[in-house]
C-alpha cells in the first residue's frame, strides 16, 4: 500500500460576495491553494465566473446550494416553483435542518441540475461536486446519482468524518464504488469560530492547519476552509470576519508552506481525482 500523502486544498463559496471572490482568486492565481467550490446562486457569482475564464486552469467544483444563512445578505433557487426550497420572502432556508424537514427531495435535485447545468451554459468544466452545508446529505443517492451523471467526484470521505459521516455511512460507500464515482479518503475543515471566551486570532487557524498537515494520513484529504479578505463588506455579512481572514493568509505563510515541503506533502486538485474516475 502507498505511504504517499495527497492534499486537496480547497476554498468554498467562490461566488458569495466580492471579498470571497478577491480572496480565493488571488490564493489560486498564485498557486497557495489548489481548489475552490463555486456557489451558483450568490449575487456575485458572474464575477467568479469571469475570474475562472481569465484563469481556466483555475480546479472548480460546484457548491451545491439550498440554504442561506446569513441574516441580512441572501439568496435563492434558480428554478422557479421551488415553493419546498423557500422561506416566505423567497429565499433559501438559513440553515440545514429546515431543508431537511421541509425540502422536497425532487426539488433539491432539480434545482441542483440547474446549478450545474448553468455552470455548463457558462461555459465552466467543474471538476468535483460538493454541497454548502450539507444540504443533500440526507439524500446521498441523489447526490451520487448526479455524480455518475456528470461522471464528477464528491465531497465525500471514505473514512468518515465526524462533520458529514451519514448513519448508512458504509452503504454510501458502496453505492459510490459500484456507480464509479471517486471519494477522498478524508475531509477536514479549519475552525469557524474561536473557542467560546476566546478572542479569534491567527494562531488558531495557523496552529490548525500545522496539526492537520503534520497528522495526514497516507491517501487523499480534502482541507476546506473559507477564505475571504475582511473588507466593509464581508463585515457587515457575517461575524465570522476575522477567521475568513486567517483563512487567507495562512497558506501564504511561508512556514506553512515549508511544512508542505519538509513533511512531503503531495498537493492535486480535484482535477486529479476526476480524470482518475473517467478514465475506470
Known amino acids: 500500500m502507498s505511504n504517499e500523502r495527497y492534499l486537496i486544498l480547497n476554498a468554498d463559496d467562490f461566488g458569495m460576495c466580492h471579498s470571497t471572490n478577491e480572496a480565493i482568486n488571488t490564493l489560486l492565481t498564485e498557486g497557495s491553494i489548489t481548489s475552490t467550490s463555486l456557489m451558483m446562486t450568490c449575487p456575485w457569482t458572474l464575477e467568479a465566473v469571469q475570474l475562472i475564464k481569465q484563469n481556466p486552469r483555475m480546479d472548480v467544483g460546484i457548491h451545491f446550494t439550498h440554504t442561506a444563512e446569513w441574516n ?73 446519482d448526479l455524480c455518475e451523471r456528470y461522471q464528477l467526484p464528491l465531497r465525500y470521505a471514505k473514512q ?31 475552525p469557524f469560530f474561536a473557542a467560546e471566551g476566546t478572542e479569534p486570532v491567527y494562531q488558531i487557524t495557523k496552529d490548525a492547519a500545522i496539526n492537520c498537515i503534520r497528522s495526514l494520513k497516507p491517501g487523499v484529504t480534502e482541507l476546506v476552509f473559507h477564505p475571504s479578505l475582511d473588507t466593509r463588506e464581508l463585515k457587515g455579512i457575517t461575524e465570522t470576519w476575522p477567521m475568513r481572514r486567517f483563512e487567507f493568509d495562512v497558506f501564504r505563510d511561508q512556514e506553512i508552506r515549508e511544512l508542505l515541503r519538509s513533511e512531503d506533502i503531495k498537493l492535486i486538485q480535484w482535477r486529479d481525482l476526476r480524470i482518475l474516475q473517467r478514465k475506470l
Open 72 to 144: 441580512v445578505y441572501k439568496w435563492g433557487p434558480l428554478k422557479s416553483n421551488m415553493s419546498t426550497l423557500v422561506d416566505e420572502n423567497g429565499y433559501f432556508p438559513p440553515d440545514t435542518q429546515t431543508v431537511i424537514t421541509n425540502a422536497d427531495p425532487e426539488h433539491l435535485r432539480e434545482e441542483a441540475i440547474a446549478q450545474i447545468e448553468l455552470a455548463l451554459k457558462l461555459g465552466l468544466d467543474p471538476t468535483n461536486i460538493d454541497n454548502h452545508m450539507g444540504s443533500m446529505h440526507h439524500i446521498m443517492e441523489i447526490l451520487l
Open 160 to 190: 468518515g468524518h465526524s462533520f458529514r459521516t451519514q448513519a448508512n455511512h458504509e452503504d454510501i460507500i458502496a453505492l459510490a464504488e459500484k456507480k464509479g464515482i471517486q471519494l477522498p479518503d478524508y475531509i477536514e475543515m479549519l
